[in-house]
């Protein structure tokens, strides 16, 4: 298929609402079949480094009223390069701000996201008009809960889902930390939240949430080509002196879901976080939740059992 350059946005009532995109999936690269990506070994010695740090940039969105939670471009676009080839379909299923979308216009892959706001699509849409002209690829945005991507694209045409979801009800409180206080901080008091639609992740308490996390991404499974690649990012948290490991709630269950876990990789954010107040001293050793995050790197098993079969 001819590749064109495409951005568009999908709201309910558009035509070509819950059903499937045409969106080119195929590389057009002209690595080998058994390679994963398109990098030198060179390049590919670099990503070896379970630990990894990044920089922002001007078009990266740190302004938290414009969307809380945003993750850096040269984040995604590494994850991108690292789990697809030139021409192959990124999927992620809760887009926001549509960093995920920008990152692969720049390494020319064609790739969709979904959010249930309708203000981030738009401003998907929005990030993604500017300065596109040296690729061909395509990027979409839907306006539609994740639980019905199946509807809208074929089985095996993802080469990666990468995605940074909410992190259960974590943020679904005003925030009151020290740091924000001290420094008379606009976010003091306020609920970082994205909306409190019931379909939104971020109303759930974690149980609730790992198994509607747990059903989306089974119904994704199928979605993936064999062996491709799923990258989750998501931290732990500190809720009431109790450490909630959403890390650990989300690997279990996508194993349960047919998911094979390959990496634990090491989001190390201290070269970005701003200056951090004292916690715990003397008494309380805490970590400080915002110097970390994880990637959590599953594929799809070359061969899905029976019953996955089955569910497919
Ligand atoms: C952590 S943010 C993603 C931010 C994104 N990585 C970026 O850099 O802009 C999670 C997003 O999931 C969306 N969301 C929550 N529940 C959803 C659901 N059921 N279906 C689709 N999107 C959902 C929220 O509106 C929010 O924008």
Redesign the pocket.
């Known amino acids: 298929m001819e590749q064109v350059t495409q951005s568009r946005v999908l709201i309910e009532g558009a035509e070509g609402y819950r059903t499937i995109i045409p969106v080119n999936y195929d590389k057009t690269c002209g690595c080998l079949p058994n390679h994963i990506n398109c990098m030198t070994p060179k390049e590919w010695i670099k990503s070896q480094l379970g630990v990894w740090q990044f920089t922002y940039e001007k078009r990266d969105?740190r302004d938290k009223t414009i969307?809380p939670?945003?993750?850096p471009l040269s984040l995604s676009k590494k994850v991108i390069q690292l789990f697809s080839h030139e021409g192959e379909l990124v999927l992620?299923?809760?887009?926001?701000?549509?960093?995920?979308l920008l990152a692969a216009q720049d390494t020319n892959r064609n790739a969709v996201g979904?959010?249930?706001?309708e203000k981030?699509c738009r401003l998907c849409e929005q990030r993604l008009s500017s300065d596109n002209m040296f690729n061909k690829s395509q990027q979409f945005v839907v306006c539609d809960?994740?639980?019905n991507i199946p509807l809208y694209l074929p089985k095996e045409s993802v080469k990666l889902i990468w995605?940074?979801?909410?992190y259960a009800n974590m943020l679904n409180r005003k925030r009151t930390n020290k740091s924000r206080r001290d420094r008379k901080n606009d976010q003091f008091m306020q609920v970082e939240q994205?909306?409190q639609d019931p379909?939104?992740?971020?109303t759930m308490e974690l149980d609730t949430y790992t198994k509607a996390m747990g059903d989306i991404f089974e119904s994704l499974l199928t979605l993936l080509k064999p062996k491709a690649h799923c990258v989750i990012n998501v931290p732990d948290m500190w809720w009431e002196n109790q450490r909630i490991t959403i890390h650990v709630s989300l690997i279990q269950e996508l194993r349960k879901r047919g998911y094979e876990l390959r990496n634990t990789i090491i989001w190390d954010r201290t070269n970005i976080v701003n200056q951090i107040g004292i916690f715990g001293w003397p008494s309380n050793y805490i970590t400080m939740g915002t110097t970390f995050e994880y990637l959590l790197d599953f594929w799809r098993p070359p061969t899905l059992n029976k019953a996955e079969q089955a569910i497919g």
């Open positions: 969105i969307h939670a945003t993750f992620d299923p809760f887009v926001g701000a549509g960093t995920t979904f959010d249930l706001q981030y809960d994740a639980s995605t940074s979801p909410p994205y909306s379909r939104d992740l971020g």
